[in-house]
């Protein structure tokens, strides 16, 4: 379990070693999620980042028995989970 920062909100969050191409966070503000390497790669050749809101909101209607809920490509575009194009500096 490594420090790292959330990918959703960008927090100090826990990063724990990749299981079958999950990655998965612990984060104090959006709790344990799973997410797949792929779009964490996506995100970052994209420039792209999580709305916030909708992404808790889906990981709360996910998240059944405490188990991580997951986030793969499907989803983040079936609840439109990400927010606006970001240009980095
Ligand atoms: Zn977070």
Redesign the pocket.
């Known amino acids: 379990m490594g420090k790292d920062k959330?990918v959703?909100?960008g927090?100090p969050?826990h990063r724990m070693l990749p299981v079958a191409n999950f990655v998965e966070f612990d984060?104090q503000?959006?709790r344990n999620y799973a997410i797949n390497e792929d779009i964490l790669r996506a995100l970052v050749e994209d420039g792209r980042s999580f709305n916030v809101e909708r992404t808790r909101t889906y990981l709360e209607s996910e998240r059944v028995d405490g188990r991580a809920p997951t986030i793969t490509r499907l989803e983040t575009v079936l609840h439109d989970l990400l927010g606006p194009i970001t240009i980095w500096d």
């Open positions: 959330c959703i909100c927090a969050a984060c503000d959006c």
